[in-house]
Every structure is written in structure tokens, then in C-alpha cells.
Nanobody, 126 residues
């Protein structure tokens, strides 16, 4: 059983940094590709970043490229999203999700992910 729990969200000012964590209490996350998605108030949930099972393939949304970094630590059964130079438009609930058999554009597609966390709120004030 994969049970994803996000943490690390909070309220920060524009320009600050946060690091989100996605931990799996079932210790199976190393077997999955993991994506981060976010949903702002009144908006649809959107892709942010994804990392393959090995960590060798990484994708970012254009809106976060150069500011966010996704990584994984298999020993800690955790995937991270380092967010730098935060902007007010980054305000959203951030979700991590795990999936298998992902390749190419599948990483961007929410319906390709099987397991989801409950989300963590990130609020960036101007």
C-alpha cells in the first residue's frame, strides 16, 4: 500500500523558498514515478514537476522551470520539491502523486497517477 503524505507548505513572502516533502509510510515510493501537481483557488489542478523511478528523467512545467527542483531520496522514501524565488501565483494546494509505467507525456497527465496525497497549502504573499 502506498500512502503519500505531503509536508513543508506554509505562508511565505514573494522571493522566499520552501521545500515540500512527499513521504510514503508504506515505503514503496521507490517503485514509482512521482509527480507534483497544484491547484489554485478557482482553478484546475495543474502539473508542476515529475521524476522517474530512477531519478534519471525529470520534467517541469514551464512556469516553474529554473525556480523549482524535484528530487528523490530512496533511502528516506521521500520525494522533494525545492521551490525558490516563490511568486504570488505559486499560491496553491500542492499534491504529490505516484504512478507506474509513465513515459513521455504521461508524466504530465493526472489520470496516469494512481496514488495521491492529501495536499499541503503554499501561500505566497506579495
Amino acid at each position: 500500500q502506498v500512502q503519500l503524505v505531503e509536508s513543508g507548505g506554509g505562508l511565505v513572502q514573494a522571493g522566499a523558498s520552501l521545500r515540500l516533502s512527499c513521504a510514503d509510510s508504506g515505503r514503496r515510493i521507490s517503485a514509482f514515478a512521482v509527480g507534483w501537481f497544484r491547484q489554485a483557488p478557482g482553478a484546475e489542478r495543474e502539473f508542476v514537476a515529475a521524476i522517474s523511478r530512477s531519478g534519471g528523467t525529470i520534467y517541469y512545467a514551464d512556469s516553474v522551470k529554473g525556480r523549482f527542483t524535484i528530487s528523490r531520496d530512496s533511502a528516506k522514501n521521500t520525494v522533494y520539491l525545492q521551490m525558490n524565488s516563490l511568486k504570488p501565483e505559486d499560491t496553491a494546494v500542492y499534491y504529490c502523486a505516484a504512478g507506474v509505467a509513465l513515459s513521455g507525456t504521461y508524466y504530465y497527465m493526472q489520470n496516469r497517477y494512481t496514488f495521491w496525497g492529501q495536499g499541503t497549502q503554499v501561500t505566497v504573499s506579495s
